[in-house]
């Protein structure tokens, strides 16, 4: 397998009292090489914690992560992230933003401009290259973060609820467009999201996560053609999965929900 | 009872070109009109302030030897002008806060992101940068003359001093005030320490830096005039003590007035290269 999560426990100390929030509880996930993998779960599941554990922007406090058998200790470009809020460099233009991983790898000018508006093109945003961040909407804005994870070419895209900012409209025809550019970069993904939709309409496999602490609870197998297009919405397969895990999450994550909201009352 | 909607501007009414009420004629106002009346205004504050100040010292209800009248220091002005001694102090005051205030720049901008970046350096440095901050520049000029004699150094220095803090703690606080996501985007894209630096923290940390330069300007300014009153042979400074020796209110007040206007030009001066240098700001405007 190209990544693997192995027993990872990640606990953040608490404020101002004695002892630490179990985040996460000895996770155990391995991904192969060109899958996409949807972390899916209730906010404050730690599945974006988990993320970036992945990513390496922090350490687990117990376990470890393997990408390609060595242990992960810090960000590299082999694993690029995604951010819900696209983190854009506000102060480049789209194009300078896509050529920045590139530029990092010592890529020269004229071969960077010519790679990042491949990929600007891949992800349909020919003509927005000089425009600066605030001058396009969030859907162009993702779509620029997106080329701009995949320019250096890395191993595995982590996205973190990419499209959780984006309206409902923008957010399914991204997920359709992501769907293509994956498929057409061969690209390994992990892609965390709390839309069950979402997730099957993306996942070749979707691991389900419960809160308090962030453990897996399953992992379920997506068995819908590898290309998802908008038509994938209208097949029985799509529609009896998501409703077998509406069905399944529903009852647990209300419950969540309520220990939560307890939980803050009673803190508060 | 008239419903209340009908009190605001209907679409229809502006369709049909009919004259809608009151509130609807300053939005008819082209935006140039606006921002010419604005100047004009401005211009005029100036100008009441200047004939009140004229009138009132004509009917001698002020002393012209202590005040003298607006009139009194165009006539002064004029003179400074025509034998080339304004110019010649203008130039070496301007020189001297150039040059304090370059030092200033380097010295805490590098410092700035240095103890932004790196928090166990800044845990020994900051509290030391925090003593030294409120000591005002002017208390440092006995030492200042004493390690530099009298000539441009102390004037130097003491713009140094002035300007140094102000463009620390902006771009210290900017720094440290970076997104970490932006931090995170770069670290994953394998960013060097060199694109770390020059690619994401000192561009991502000019929208407050800014700000902080200009006032370093500012205050550099205040403390070249402080400086020649002192230790120095030449300058606004020089040429405003060494009117009030001779009792010359109107050299010293022109040489007061020439300081204002030169500051000011130089807030002006760089809040223009502020908005150039910094055009993705204009997304925290309101569109």
Same mark, same amino acid.
């Given at each position: ?268 | 009872?008239?419903? %209340? ?36 205004? +401005? ?38 002008? %025509?034998?080339? #001694? ?54 440092? #000029? ?9 000539? +441009? ?100 007040? #022109? ?11 130089? +807030? ?20």
């Amino acid at each position: 397998m190209q990544l693997k999560v192995d027993r990872v426990s990640k606990d953040f100390p608490l404020r101002g009292r004695a002892g630490v929030l179990n985040v996460l509880h000895e996770i155990d996930l391995d991904i192969e090489q060109g899958e996409l993998v949807v972390l899916l779960g209730p906010s404050g599941c730690g599945k974006s914690t988990l993320l970036n554990i992945i990513a390496g922007f922090m350490p687990p406090s117990a376990g470890r992560i393997l990408h390609d058998g060595i242990p992960v200790s810090k960000p590299d470009r082999r694993r690029t992230v995604v951010f819900q809020d696209y983190a854009l460099f506000p102060w480049m233009t789209v194009q300078r933003n896509v050529e920045f991983g590139l530029k990092a790898r010592g890529v020269e000018a004229a071969e960077r401009a010519r790679l990042a508006l491949d990929f600007l093109a891949l992800v349909k945003l020919t003509g927005f290259e000089d425009r600066y961040p605030y001058e396009i909407s969030g859907g162009m804005k993702q779509r620029a973060a997106i080329a701009r994870a995949l320019a250096p070419d890395p191993d595995i895209l982590l996205m973190d609820e990419p499209f959780g900012a984006l309206d409902a409209q923008t957010r399914v025809l991204l997920q359709e467009e992501l769907a293509r550019v994956v498929a057409a970069a061969k690209r390994t993904v992990l892609f965390v999201t709390h839309s069950i939709e979402e997730a099957v309409f993306l996942a070749d496999r979707i691991v389900v996560m419960s809160s308090h602490p962030g453990r897996v609870r399953g992992i379920y197998g997506v068995r819908l053609p590898r290309l998802r297009t908008a038509e994938t919405r209208s097949l029985p397969d799509f529609v009896a999965l998501t409703q077998q895990l509406w069905d399944s999450l529903k009852p647990q994550w209300r419950a969540e929900e309520e220990t939560a909201a307890a939980r803050v009352t009673h803190m508060s | 009872m008239r419903p %209340l909607i009908q009190s605001g501007v209907c679409p229809l009414q502006k369709k049909q070109g009919i004259p809608s009420p009151i509130f609807a004629i300053p939005r008819a106002l082209p935006a140039a009109w606006r921002a010419s009346g604005r100047a004009l205004r +401005n211009i005029l504050g100036f100008a009441v302030f200047l004939i009140a100040w004229e009138i009132l010292a004509s009917a001698g209800l002020i002393n012209a030897v202590l005040l003298p009248a607006p009139s009194t220091l165009i006539a002064a002005a004029g003179d400074l002008m %025509l034998n080339g #001694t304004l110019l010649r102090h203008v130039g070496a005051s301007i020189e001297r806060v150039l040059v304090g205030f370059a030092l200033a720049a380097v010295v805490g901008l590098t410092l700035g992101v240095i103890l932004g970046w790196f928090r166990i350096l800044s845990d020994f440095i900051k509290p030391l940068v925090e003593a030294l901050r409120p000591i005002p520049p002017i208390a440092w #000029t006995p030492l200042a003359i004493l390690w530099f004699g009298v000539g +441009n150094a102390p004037s130097y220095f003491l713009v140094f001093i002035g300007a140094v803090f102000p463009v620390f703690v902006s771009t210290y606080s900017a720094v440290r005030n970076i997104e970490r996501t932006q931090i995170n985007a770069a670290l994953c894209l394998g960013a060097t320490p060199r694109m770390l630096i020059w690619d994401v923290l000192i561009p991502g940390a000019l929208p407050v830096i800014f700000p902080g330069l200009r006032i370093a300007l500012g205050v550099g300014w205040m403390c070249v005039v402080a400086a020649e009153l002192i230790a120095a042979q030449s300058g606004l400074g020089y040429m405003i003590q060494q009117s009030r020796l001779l009792l010359q209110t109107q050299y010293v007040v #022109t040489g007061m007035a020439v300081i204002g206007l030169i500051g000011f030009a130089m +807030n002006a001066v760089m809040t223009a290269v502020e908005r150039s240098l910094v055009p993705w700001q204009e997304s925290s405007k309101p569109t």
